[in-house]
């Protein structure tokens, strides 16, 4: 099997001279075509603003801002309202856009090109440009527009500046009112949830004022008072029933008619006696109260009678002074039974508030506690709506943060695109990639053998001589019109690219002063 014959650097350059007319050819129509689209592109200006955003002003440890959007979602928020359909064909009509156009598209397409020509550039964390006095980074984007005249791309971009800066206070104070409005009425009802609250433990207190938690030591102390009265009143019944008693055996003894003399011998006895228990007992006891009213009576009779004799009359009276001694004793025993009942009244009222009061303090206590968590809330809330407030007042009075016009949209003075001398670079490259496959194409499809290595490769062995060719005059009379055919074209597209050069990217004598600022 042959094996295929090998093209050397020496083939590769005679094919480049055979082929040069098609180079020059292919090169120079891709060069023509090149100038011809860079021409024909209409140019499109863009006029671009650069917008800052600066921080709030006012310190958060003193104003805690209650708007607190991200700076992208904020951007995009406003760009979605800016960008609406209405507010896009009043700004189309207002500098007649579409005025060629209006017919052929619809209201939507119209629209959709505008969103394509507007372009906002957020800011990103190498765009920030110095930081304000509470050390926070002030940050800036742009907003640009693009359109076949600088004067309507100029007046455009001011334009849609103007509606972002509006759009931003709007949105802002806005968010500033709905979340004062919305914080306010909530705090309202939590306010009338506390009220409410205030309302059901004053109602429970007022149902239960006799078993209240904070009653419950008074309660100890009133039962432990009403228990000692009780005792003090049960030892004055049982004294003065046994005074009584008492009496009505003085009553008895008086009745059977019991003598002076009889009386007089027995006082000394009775004194001592009255003595005697003196020095044991109190003067409340029974016993000694009896002695003392039985002297008392018997010394009063003694001295009733002048002369020693009996009286008649002693023991008649002697009996109706121990029958009303009597019925005093009975009169204080009615007194003290009814104290006795009040006191054992007031004895089982305070132990049954005292056996109400730990229910009654559960109760209360999940009502203070349902209190005490709204009230919390509703203080919460409160803070919250100041902060609101104040974030409002700023965003009234534009001392929160803000976007600023940095540097305003100028006319522009070159076209944004296309970029003609990029156009022409591809161009030539195209175009010189383009000959190059021609020309191997061409090679590929020519079976002609050239070259006396390449013919010892066909036949096997190297031929004995080998005879140039020997060109004829009309041979070199064509090649020398085709070598001016190409020094004219050579010139003509030299020609036309400075004319491009000039008219298209930047005039020459321009383009001269700065490349001879450069050197």
Sequence with gaps: MAIEYQLT?????????????????IIVVGLLLSIFVAISIPPSYKATGTIMVESQQIPDNIVAGAIRNQLDERINMILQRVMTRESLLQIANKYSLFKDQTGSLTTLELTDIMRKRIVVDAASSSDVIHTNQQGKPTMSFTLSFEDKKPE?????????????LEWNVRIRTEGAVETTTFLTQEADGLRLEVERLEKLISDFKQQNRNALPEQLTLRMTMLTRAENDLR???RDIRSTKEETRSLEVELAAARMGVSEGASSQTLPALKAELARLSSIYKESHPDIRRLKNTI?????TAGSSGTGAVSTDAPSLAVSRIQAKIASDNARLSSLSQQREMLQGKIAENESAMIKTPKVEQGLDVLKRDRDAAQKKYEELRNKQMNA???QNLESENKSERFTLLEPPVLPEKPFQPNRVKILLIGLLLSIASSGGAIMALESIDKRIRGMEALTHVLGYRPLAVIPYIPIKEEGERRERQRKLAIKIVVGVGIAAVVAVHFLYMPLDALFMKILARL
């Excluded at 309507?152 to 972002?164: C, E, G, P, Y």
């Design 389 to 391: 407030q104040m974030a």
């Design 232 to 234: 003090e009143v049960e």
């Design 9 to 25: 650097l020496h083939d590769y350059l005679m094919i480049v001279r055979r082929r040069a007319p098609y180079m020059i050819g």
């Design 296 to 300: 008392e009576a018997m010394e009063k």
């Design 152 to 164: 309507v791309a100029f007046q455009v971009t001011n334009a849609l500046i103007a509606i972002f």
